[in-house]
């Protein structure tokens, strides 16, 4: 069954590019907190300002890159979106706190997707999130990459985390007008 995708904007800067990007198709939108990389970062005071103006069912999504259980949520208190987007690998045992700490917020975690073992943390990560999206950062650098790099993973990898988990998957990384998502040279 061929289904159309679910497009989500990232960096929306204000509140009239949020309503552009709404008006254009987009779902949800991906809001960039601080992060230890990139230059597309929204203020929390921006990220409270286009939140209060986007209006259901659209998806507001906060990128996080905090890694404190107690920051996330305070967090996400002073930037009301409703989906978390954990950018880096926190330990499992954090999302029950977050869940019961922040009801009806969705937890994504992200995956960056390098080597074969990002299949093994992608189906342990699927245990615990609401989804994952999968994205080419890299956390082994000394100033990590959490998304936004503009580069293609390997699809062949992504094709087996998107067989082994029964959660919902959102595809970022190097995505553009020719990626050819579902061919067979691209099974994700």
């Not at 074969?116 to 999206?133: K, W």
């Not at 998304?147 to 992504?158: A, E, K, V």
């Amino acid at each position: 069954m061929q289904t159309r995708p679910r497009i989500t904007i990232c960096c929306v800067e204000s509140p009239a590019e949020a309503d552009m990007a709404i008006r254009c198709g987009a779902l949800a939108l991906g809001l960039v907190s601080a992060m230890p990389s990139g230059s597309r970062i929204d203020s929390e005071d921006t990220i409270s300002k286009i939140t209060a103006t986007v209006p259901p069912p659209i998806a507001t999504f906060l990128l996080t890159g905090e890694q404190s259980p107690n920051a996330i949520i305070a967090q996400q208190r002073r930037c009301p979106t409703n989906i978390i987007q954990l950018c880096q690998h926190l330990p499992f045992s954090v999302y029950s706190r977050l869940h019961d700490a922040l009801p009806g917020v969705a937890l994504v975690q992200v995956v960056h997707v390098a080597e074969t073992a990002s299949v093994d943390y992608a189906v342990a990560a699927s245990d615990h999130g609401d989804a994952l999206l999968l994205d080419s950062g890299n956390l082994n650098l000394d100033v990590k990459e959490l998304g936004g790099t503009g580069r293609t993973h390997d699809w062949n990898l992504s094709g087996r985390i998107r067989e082994a988990i029964g959660i919902l998957l959102f595809l970022a990384g190097g995505l553009n007008a020719a990626t050819n998502i579902g061919s067979p040279n691209n099974p994700a």
